[in-house]
T-cell receptor, first 115, second 113 residues
């Protein structure tokens, strides 16, 4: 089982460039989400999706777009990269929203540097 | 809103030492509580969880007890190994954040031989 796959693993962007972080899962999970990890701040939720065609904002959505055209894929788009978006990005999936009976599975992360 | 606070880090221990990483939370209702671990170069993995007051989660020698009276979920291990070196995250789900995880800041643990 591949689980949750993120690409690329590393990326350097110039300020103002755009890019898409890819996330795919093969577990037929309905719920997918994107987090960013910054030193001293833990993981913060950017956007999430409860199923194909349905997305919503998390705690820090500004500067990021998402879409969910299939159950398997949940790409994160940076339209105009800024140095403040330098971070490690994690995609996660789960059968449903996190609860006592649900476990979240995480990808290996994408380390993004914006110069 | 919901929040999770972990002890300041990093934590450096010698092998076989006792480990405690403190975690307290603020949430309405009855959240589920989790500890996730991130080994170097990897994503997060669920280490253990507890879903109601006085529940004890355990895995790989680690334990944490859900204490509603003190709103805490401290992580403990009696004898750490070098292989336990990682970043540990306390998290909750529920309360006002139904269906979503709220994470603490993370604690870096380094264990020396």
């Amino acid at each position: 089982n591949a689980g949750v796959t993120q690409t690329p693993k590393f990326q350097v962007l110039k300020t103002g460039q755009s890019m898409t972080l890819q996330c795919a899962q093969d577990m037929n999970h309905e719920y997918m989400s994107w987090y960013r990890q910054d030193p001293g701040m833990g993981l913060r939720l950017i956007h999430y999706s409860v199923g194909a065609g349905i997305t919503d904002q998390g705690e820090v959505p500004n500067g990021y777009n998402v879409s969910r055209s299939t159950t398997e894929d949940f790409p994160l788009r940076l339209l105009s990269a800024a140095p403040s978006q330098t971070s490690v990005y994690f995609c996660a999936s789960s059968q449903a929203g996190i609860s006592m009976n649900t476990e979240a599975f995480f990808g290996q992360g994408t380390r993004l540097t914006v110069v | 809103g919901d929040s999770v606070t972990q002890m300041e880090g990093p934590v450096t221990l010698s092998e076989e030492a006792f480990l405690t990483i403190n975690c307290t939370y603020t949430a309405t209702g009855y959240p589920s509580l989790f500890w996730y671990v991130q080994y170097p170069g990897e994503g997060l993995q669920l280490l253990l969880k507890a879903t109601k007051a006085d529940d004890k989660g355990s895995n790989k020698g680690f334990e944490a007890t859900y204490r509603k009276e003190t709103t805490s979920f401290h992580l403990e291990k009696g004898s750490v190994q070098v292989s336990d070196s990682a970043v540990y995250f306390c998290a909750l789900a529920g309360g006002t954040s139904y269906g979503k995880l709220t994470f603490g800041q993370g604690t870096i643990l380094t264990v020396h031989p």
